[in-house]
């Protein structure tokens, strides 16, 4: 049997090993507005504009880097709104300090912010968590020559489900491991018309299904082991342990015949490279900075695989790489607990492909579409009682830089609450 120390190493091959070769989505019109480009993992790292992955000390980095529930206390309870989230974390053994070590800080009003006087190795904890109802959906017309013309719809929904575990090798390092179940439910219709509006062809993609996702993290904690200032870094990778699956099927209406399929095409989402670093100036200032490499190629890749080198070779999807700032800011509230004020600014890539040749619907269909910068701000209120706490999130983010042809691609303001308890 093994031990709590070797599970999360387990959980890490899996997400090394496990991956398995899948087809991308189609050069049907129908795609041309699907997009892999990131999303805000809740309230509080939405407002630090993304860059959390050094931070990670809620059941919130569950999903971004598992190392990080290692700095669950004892119990950790967070519910959020925005995209509909929840989750539950629990260190399942005693923190376990140095003998030399000092006394508490104070937590009376007026004094230094409490935080923890040594830094002991932590023991295994383990989080699930629960994220409802994330959609996209895209509409596209386009010309296809004279009297003819194509109009296409994709929608999608999607939630998931995970557990992650994370244990303190050392005082210093920490690991964590999540697997994540996702369900996907998309429909599609692209549709050939005539001058008189006569449904020439279809295309119709549907599907209800389901893949894996995981995720592997590391947490490094330096300075002086009573030192609150102490430097972390951070670093997580995910990717798919399997793709989902859905089914396309082309008509022709004028002939009356199904021209190809049903067949299965799968859906890969592309793997992602997250590091970064964060640094408590004081007890009241709180850096952080990430820089996210993702593997759009992958994409591309794949859809070559399901096509062919001809149809895929005008395609292409750069890898992505997206820089993050954060700056966090906590002050004692007049009417008792504390207050933090947090901003930051982060690069998003539009994850979209890109068609480099001459013709005309596929040009309107995938056309290049840049990057754009979004920046966020956000608050939140601390109280404790006894020996629990409870924090209030409210976090908005907006796109503030960008071209006008990527409205679409970099999505509208984000707006995102959550309240945790925390035992």
């Not at 070769?21 to 480009?37: K, N």
């Not at 504009?49 to 980095?61: E, H, K």
């Not at 013309?149 to 995970?162: D, F, M, N, P, Y």
């Not at 600014?345 to 013709?359: C, F, K, N, P, W």
């Amino acid at each position: 049997m093994q031990s709590g120390l070797r599970s999360p190493f387990a959980l890490a091959a899996l997400v090394w090993a496990a991956a398995l070769p899948a087809r991308a989505q189609t050069s049907d019109v129908l795609f041309g507005g699907w997009s892999w480009r990131s999303a805000d993992q809740g309230s509080r790292p939405a407002g630090l504009g993304g860059a959390y992955v050094a931070v990670a000390d809620s059941v919130r980095t569950v999903a971004i880097n598992p190392a990080g529930l290692a700095l669950i206390p004892k119990a950790e309870i967070p519910r959020g709104l925005g995209g509909l989230w929840a989750g539950a974390g629990y260190s399942l053994g005693r923190v376990v300090a140095p003998k030399d070590q000092p006394p508490a800080r104070p937590t009376q009003p007026g004094a230094p912010l409490p935080c923890t006087a040594a830094r002991p190795t932590r023991p295994l904890a383990l989080a699930v968590f629960a994220e409802q109802a994330v959609t996209q959906d895209n509409r596209i017309e386009v010309v296809r020559g004279p009297g003819l013309s194509e109009s296409a719809q994709l929608s999608s929904t999607s939630e998931q489900i995970g557990l992650g575990l994370a244990r303190g090798l050392t005082s210093w390092l920490d690991l964590g491991a999540t697997v994540a179940w996702r369900h996907l439910t998309l429909e599609g219709q692209s549709s050939r018309l005539d001058l008189a509006g006569d449904e020439l062809s279809r295309i119709t993609l549907s599907g209800d299904a389901n893949k894996a996702r995981g995720i592997v993290g590391a947490l490094l904690t330096f300075g002086p082991s009573r030192d609150p200032t102490a430097v972390r870094l951070g670093v997580a990778y995910e990717q798919d342990l399997f793709a989902w699956s859905v089914e396309r099927t082309a008509l022709d209406r004028v002939r009356g015949v199904v021209t190809s399929g049903p067949g299965a095409v799968d859906v890969v989402e592309p793997p992602l490279l997250a590091a970064g670093a964060a640094w408590r100036v004081s007890d009241t200032l709180l850096l952080s900075g990430e820089l996210d490499y993702i593997w759009y190629d992958r994409v591309r890749r794949a859809l070559q695989r399901n096509t062919d080198a001809a149809t895929a070779g005008p395609f292409s999807l750069r890898n992505g790489v997206e820089p993050r700032f954060g700056i966090e800011v906590t002050e004692p509230s007049p009417t008792g607990g504390y207050v933090k004020l947090r901003a930051g600014i982060r690069s998003e890539t539009s994850g979209r492909l890109e068609y480099g040749l001459a013709d005309p619907a596929l040009r309107q269909a995938f056309g290049g579409v840049p990057a754009a910068f979004r920046a966020a701000a956000g608050a939140s209120l601390l109280g404790e009682f006894y020996e629990n706490a409870f924090r209030f999130d409210v976090d908005v983010s907006q796109v503030v830089v960008q071209r006008l042809s990527t409205v679409s691609a970099a999505g509208r303001r984000r707006l995102s609450l959550s309240i945790t308890v925390r035992m």
